[in-house]
């Protein structure tokens, strides 16, 4: 049985340390992306209490909803719209205290209060993003960026992409 544990009363850097080896264990035997990022959704939303966990896929200037773990999603979001589209055109990781004083905020849920997004990049373009969001103001710091941009490159490292863009 596949299972991942982290202890839930280590520190944020602690816990995303403790889950880094975990994950590339569980991405060892699996180059299917889509089944990766599924499974990588599961266990974000599962071990941080976080809202929504997803993905967007970058296809023909638009992204498109990939697996997430969450109340339903927008499922197409323009390429520099909202939080994700900056993130995504930009093709930098965009940290959101108050995603209600973000300009251009696009609203998929009322609940959603801050937002973390991390654009994966190659050839130059953004392949997809991971779009973390928190029903609290101000959840996510530099300890979320730099983990969950290491996240994303273990995932693309573990996964098959060469059939994206």
């Not at 991971?130 to 273990?154: G, Q």
Request: aromatic residues 8%; negative net charge.
């Amino acid at each position: 049985m596949l299972e991942i544990n982290i202890d839930s009363s280590l520190k944020k850097a602690e816990r995303y340390q403790s889950l880094i080896p975990q994950l590339e264990s569980l991405f060892l035997d699996e180059k299917d992306l889509i089944a990766n990022m599924a499974n990588l959704c599961a266990v974000l939303k599962s071990e941080f209490s976080f809202f929504w966990v997803g993905f967007y896929f970058n296809r023909k200037e638009e992204l498109v909803l990939g697996p997430f773990q969450g109340p339903l999603a927008c499922t197409r979001i323009s390429l520099g719209k909202g939080v994700c589209g900056k993130a995504a055109s930009d093709k930098k990781t965009i940290v959101v205290d108050d995603v209600n004083a973000f300009p251009g905020h696009i609203a998929c849920s009322a609940e959603s209060n801050s937002e973390i997004v991390i654009p994966v990049v190659k050839n130059n373009s953004t392949i997809f993003v991971l779009d973390v969001d928190s029903e609290h103001l101000s959840n996510f710091d530099n300890t979320d960026k730099e983990y969950l941009e290491a996240i994303c490159a273990l995932l693309t490292k573990s996964s098959e992409t060469k059939h994206l863009l």
